[in-house]
């Protein structure tokens, strides 16, 4: 079955501008993640939604990034007002399964360049 | 808080020796382990993880890794590299018990095979 996709694979903006990222987890999984990875780094955690319950923000590292989920199914991770300092890959993940063992199935992240 | 620590950058093997890529963690009580991979140009993948039972953990291509509460550490083994081998890997924790959310990643190790 079709994996964790995301959109764009690629995105160049200018500092200043509001960029949005998609992420499509796979078909039925209730949990979802979003991660920063910057060049060199491991991963940040951002954000993780869990069915209807209140998604866990406390990764965000300010206040120009948001994050929805419509549906339970797609979600979009915004951020306002970038700077050159967001730029990193942001990688989406998703998960069948409820409870702190389950493992995390990655997209192909989306590369974030701020000018 | 919980952290985990790779404490190499780059690790170097000739193929057909046997590999390791080290991985320590500091959590409180036992934690939930795990091993991702990420191959060039695509998104991490799940290759292991710790829950319970045998300390000894068997997963994906070949690789194994130990848990040792002892010296609180969970090492990524392989008994003979393959050049398709080299990547960037990452281990990964996460509390048993707590409420938290999170999962968090190491900064990663990259594993350089020579034919």
């Known amino acids: 079955g079709a994996g964790v996709s995301q959109s764009p694979s690629n995105k160049v903006t200018e500092k200043g501008k509001d960029v949005e990222l998609r992420c499509d987890p796979i078909?039925?999984?209730?949990?979802l993640y979003w991660y920063r990875q910057s060049l060199g780094q491991g991963l940040e955690f951002l954000i993780y939604?869990?069915?209807?319950?209140?998604?866990?923000k406390s990764g965000l590292p300010s206040d120009r990034f948001s994050a929805e989920r419509t549906g339970g199914s797609v979600s979009t991770l915004t951020i306002q007002r970038t700077q050159q300092e967001d730029s990193a890959v942001y990688l989406c993940a998703s998960s069948g399964q409820t409870g702190f063992s389950a493992e995390q199935f990655f997209g192909p992240g989306t590369r974030l360049t701020v000018l | 808080a919980q952290s985990v620590a790779q404490p190499e950058d780059q690790v170097n093997v000739a193929e057909g020796n046997p590999l390791t890529v080290k991985c320590t963690y500091s959590v409180s009580g036992n934690p939930y382990l795990f091993w991702y991979v990420q191959y060039p140009n695509r998104g991490l993948q799940f290759l292991l993880k710790?829950?319970?039972?045998?300390?000894l953990v068997k997963g994906s291509y070949g690789f194994e890794a130990e848990f040792n509460k002892s010296q609180t550490s969970f090492h990524l083994k392989k008994p003979s590299a393959l050049v398709s081998d080299s990547a960037l890997y990452f281990c990964?924790?996460?509390?048993?018990?707590?409420?938290?959310?999170?999962?968090?990643f190491g900064s990663g190790t990259r594993l350089s095979i020579r034919p």
């Open positions: 078909s039925g999984h209730t949990a």
């Open positions: 710790y829950i319970t039972g045998d300390n």
């Open positions: 990964a924790v996460r509390e048993r018990y707590s409420s938290a959310s999170k999962i968090i």
């Open positions: 939604f869990q069915g209807n319950s209140a998604p866990d």
